[in-house]
């Protein structure tokens, strides 16, 4: 017995005596993720900034395909379900997890993250940062993304309200981004938030404002979500969808009766000896668009020749046709196009602004917004029984107590 | 302190004590032999493969063909001899050996389908006898392995044991199938059980298979048919309670075979067939969705407009025999205190489409050393090669069986190539250019020493180590119609786990009343090691690497390790050697458990009654052992699911940036399984009627569900919280019976039913989608179909819809193994067939779906037309077309909806069928025996599923949804073999 119980001691050592030798032996790694506190760090600033662009990228790179599909810029010639809905004006909150997940993501890092900035730079570092600057300009540009084509606001898990919301709320920041550019003299910084700012006061209804700042924005400026061939989270997925996999197709859009448009690039896509090809779904010819031919293809955000638009659209709101018609055409004059005659009268001049902006802005997630804006003054009639925004997700909807009937 | 001096610090204490814990004991001087026949009682047959053993294990043998053995090396003086074999009951006698002498010494057993006394030790606390067990374990015997043409080890356990499902995925050479026990009982964890080869665990999960064969490996595959000696199953937390965390989806145990003490016995087995695809697709189709004709006036869409393949074969057909050729030698044998079993093999298996094929091939070295009378170690090491080159597959753009059954809408065309220069010109022979590989590296080794000091205690200590490595290489050459510059991506995974396990145990016996208490204690480390690369736009052609690409990524690279480590104290009380009750307690502490939670408890408690051994029992119902038990084992979560963390990614143009990633949470713990089940086992009339029945029913509480923040909070992923709970529950029937037993002819026929009715209770308000269609919602199976649902299906009427409506469960809820064997003329010839019925789930028939989507479905040409004829003004061409037709076979795409091809995918196989034949002695001169096989897998299905194949899915899609989408079927393959035993 005694033997038996020497043997249950040492056999419990053999047992024990490995743990207790090591107990670093128990600890799990996996190198890779970073843990929230490490970001704490002033080092870490730049490149948290860098993630909110990417944030935004993503975001843009996602919404393309739902709102050129949307909004008649493409129609939908390939294999995908979600697009083949939204094709017939049907948007449902089921397909849209993954485009509403990835704006609000854009959004909440940017802002988020600029209280981060503030906390660890302090008053003095934030001051004069330019990555606090142009963290501003990317919040105010990912509450704009989220307005234009949401049709309610939630913010951070909140209620639902007026998407009208993420207008105002970008228009602090475009305000921010702008005070911080101009303090640390970043000209790029300080158009981009001139031309968002722009937007977003138009959007409001304050048309003279918007006009003011628009006019600082020069004819030739751009400002792009950035898009790489460095990594695939840096692809332009939508160059990938429409080169590589061909579900998106010009054809049967009234931009394919369009031809010769610097703005609106796109071609006929013939197969190895000859012949139309169709579409990942086997049947619909493929007309393929230009506008992103690579893979690192950047979107932009804002372009002075935008601006001219929304100048002219503030001027054809005025009833000014002449200025109406000499930016039309100076926006025009950037594309080496010939200038059009000034229109007779208002809606004459309504069609030119509604084919001019749409094709300035075309793929640029622009244009779901103009149709529906327009819709509801009683123009562009497109949107008439389809869906008209982007609904609140079915994941927002399930996991949100705030949205719960 | 480093891993390395830990290791090394760790290893010299336990070397240290073993060593110093070693008694000497005197070797035995002088041996004698004991030879015998083994025959079964009543009938009178030689029972071959018996198993004939030393009781102090020091000598043993199998009997041969004729049923006679002979042990040498034995030590004089009085043995204990022991006989045991799968289906009889074990007999013990003794006998006096003298030196150089030979002892002789016959058996007669009798038949028992149930083996009380049989040694079993999987779900035990080091080894017991079934009549001690409380729950529920199935097994399968060498015997049934051998006559089987298996070809792999997941073919050796489908259909041949209650609440096994096993379902086969994929036609492609190579590739793993899906294996549950009990149904599933996670929602977000793995649901795949613990596999352990000789006591050392090895990786379990399903890995990532080549990126174009959209399927996964199973590494339990890499333990070879021809190496298994037995296989012992449990089922669910009542039975794995001692495994503790991770175990609650069931544990599988192989033994591979050890060697026996005598002259060296060798095996040798050749074998050659082929592999083909009967008719592929719906009988209505007499193309085989263009797979079996690809050339000829049959190719045509829903308008009746041709179309050609240019590179169809010369034999008008994608499909081929695909050889097969297969290679196995082992060797077993031993003297002394040393035995071993050796083994090597090679299998060379061609898919039935060109370019597909797996090849692997390995040894074993299994080797016992017994020192002392009561000190042995056992060494078992294996290591498997695998190149397998898949088909491109499943859902993939550029995939074979996509582009081949989508007719003329594929994505391979080359216009004005064809007869007709109108005509629609496919190429899908370039699709064939794509070279998608998976190459495996398989090593497993385990070191036990078994030592017991005096007859009442003893101690296990086993260390293991299983190193798998898994390159998946996918090409898309220079100048490929698709990606004209070329792209290779390469995965690379590594995965090693290496366990400790010690199990001590000591026995009291008082009077009547035996006590037996056992503790033990295991740890569990896991690396799993992952890097995904891809490079693209090749200069020009060749044989490419990453670096040969203009632009290469670097996409994924990880390397994780867990640790999970627990002990245990078990204590059975065993009452006139026919009442046992167990009760047992195991602790666990995971690395990947939250900060805030501590070790977890999990208890277990068992009863094993053997009723027939009161003298009142009729004498007709040999044995019969009722059993309860229930017990808690576990899942645990992911590393780091418990801590918030971001992820680093790239972004303007290669700039380092973050992003959210895991919202973390530091209560996070284990979800835990608690399993109810009672049952009992039976043998009746000499054996002739064996029934082993269990009803179970299981809990997990706490269950690990993957729960959404609102998405306008920034955190996208899902973050793990112990909310929820699932049910699982269903009954195990086996019915073994000898419908005939002559000396020479013996029929006997066994019956396998097991029932699974899973639900999920609650899912904390989540609905939770898996993939590939399937959810899990709170209410219904785990997991199911939802969708839009035809309410009149069978009405001459437009369709009725019920829009997101339950459809069916996505796992078989009930499933029949049926399986027979005749012997005739002494063994000499036997015939054996094994049918299989899963049914009562449901399969999404995307073939179906996208193919009409392009007018390509050919069971749906004739409701197109008649459609077509209804929109151009034909009022009475729709009065004999349904509402189901109607939907599915719908022309506008306003109306056409994948929900609609979710359909039952009952379905019965015969899955093998053999005709071995024992050569006489005369025709293989030198020979002990020499079989002669021929076999047949997967020879019929019987199923009203429309699909290609009810039991298919596309793993990359997902891997616990199920949905068909331009899969390969399963291959029916013919084989001939030669077993020859010197």
Known sequence: ?405 | MSDRSCFRRAGAVVCAIALGLVAAAPLAAQTGRIQGEVRASGSGRPLAGAQVYLVDGRAGTVTGPDGRYLILNVPVGEVTVRVQMLGYTTVTRTVTVVADQAATLDFTLTESAVSLDEIVVTGTAGQARQREVGNSLSQISTQEIELAPVRNTQDVIGGRATGVTVLANSGQPGTGGTIRLRGNSSVSQSNAPLIYVDGVRIYSEQSLAGGASRQRLLPLNDIPAEDIERIEIVKGAAATTLYGTEASGGVIQIFTKRGQAGRPVWTVELGTGVNNLGHVGPKEDPTGLFMVKCRGPELIDSEGNPFEDVTCPSSGSWLRNGPIYRFNASVRGGGGDLTYFLSAGYNNENGAIETGYSRDGGFRGNFSFRPYSTLDFAVNTSYRKRSSRFIPDGNLANGFTLNVMRGPANNFKRPGACSTPEMVCTSNAEVLDQVSMARTDHFVTGFTMRWEPTPRMSHRLTLGYDYLRIENSYELPFGFLRAPLGQISINDQQHTTLSIDYVGSVRHDLGGLASTFSWGGQLFEDRDNYVSAVGRDFSGPGEPTLTSGAVTEVSTHSRLRVVNAGFFFQEMLGWRDRLFITAGLRVDGNSAFGENFGLQPYPKLSAAYVISDHEWWPSSIEAMKLRAAVGESGKAPGAFDAVRTWEPIAADDGKPGFTPAQLGNPDLGPERTREFEVGFEASAFEGRIGIDYTYYRQRTMDALIGMLAPPSQGFLNRQLMNVGTIDNRGHELRLDGAILRTPTAEWRARLNISTNDSKAVDLGGEDIPVGSGNYVREGYPVPSFFGIKILNPDEIAEPILSEETYIGPSYPTRIIGFGTTISLFEDRLVLDLLAEHQGGHYNANFVGYQNNLRGVWRPCYEINAKLRAFNAGDQSALNDVTARERARCAIDREKMHSDFWISPADFTKLRTVSLTYRLPPRLVPGARTAMLTLSGRNLFTWTDYDGVDPEVADMSDSSFGRREYYNLPPLRSFLASIRVTF
């Open chain 1, 1 to 405: 017995m005694r033997y038996e119980r020497r043997s249950f001691v040492a056999a419990l050592a053999v047992l024990l005596l490995p743990a207790a030798a090591c107990s670093e032996f128990t600890k799990v790694t996996n190198p890779g993720p970073i843990q929230d506190s490490d970001l704490n760090n002033p080092d870490v600033v730049p490149a948290l900034v860098v993630g909110m662009s990417g944030d935004l990228s993503a975001a843009i790179d996602d919404m393309i395909e739902l709102t050129s599909i949307a909004a008649d810029e493409l129609a939908h010639g390939g294999s995908y379900t979600a697009p083949g809905l939204y094709y017939r004006g049907i948007i449902l909150p089921e397909d849209v997890n993954g485009v509403w997940a990835g704006a609000h993501r854009a959004r909440w890092v940017a802002e988020n993250g600029i209280l981060r900035i503030r906390e660890i730079l302090g008053e003095e570092g934030y001051e004069s940062s330019a990555e606090a600057a142009r963290a501003n300009v990317l919040a105010g540009y990912a509450n704009r993304l989220l307005g234009e084509n949401m049709c309610y606001a939630v913010i951070d898990g909140g209620p639902r309200e007026d998407h009208k919301v993420h207008f105002s709320r970008a228009e602090d920041y475009f305000t921010e981004g702008l005070r911080l550019a101009e303090r640390v003299g970043n000209a790029t910084l300080r158009y981009a938030a001139l031309a968002g700012r722009a937007s977003v006061r138009a959007w409001q209804g304050k048309w003279d404002e918007a006009a003011q700042d628009a006019a600082q924005v020069p004819t030739n400026f751009v400002y792009e979500a950035i898009f790489s061939e460095n990594s695939g989270r840096e692809n332009n997925n939508f160059w990938i969808e429409t080169h590589v996999r061909l579900e998106y197709t010009v054809y049967n859009t009234r931009w394919a009766n369009v031809h010769g448009d610097p703005r609106v690039p796109w071609d006929t896509l013939y197969a190895p000896g000859g012949g139309i090809r169709n579409g990942q779904d086997g049947f619909t010819p493929y007309f393929q668009q230009k506008k992103y031919p690579e893979r690192g293809s950047d979107v932009p955000l804002s372009k002075g020749t935008e601006m001219r638009v929304l100048q002219a659209e503030a001027a054809l709101r005025r009833g000014d046709l002449t200025q109406f018609t000499a930016l039309i055409n100076e926006q025009r004059g950037h594309y080496g196009m010939d200038p059009i005659p000034q229109p007779a009268n208002e809606d004459e001049a309504w069609e030119v602004l509604d084919f001019e902006r749409g094709a300035v802005v075309w793929l640029e997630v622009r244009r779901f917004w103009d149709l529906r804006r327009w819709y509801e003054e009683g123009r562009n009639q497109f949107l008439a029984n389809r869906d008209k925004c982007i609904p609140i997700s079915r994941n927002e909807m399930n996991s949100n107590p705030n949205l719960h009937e």
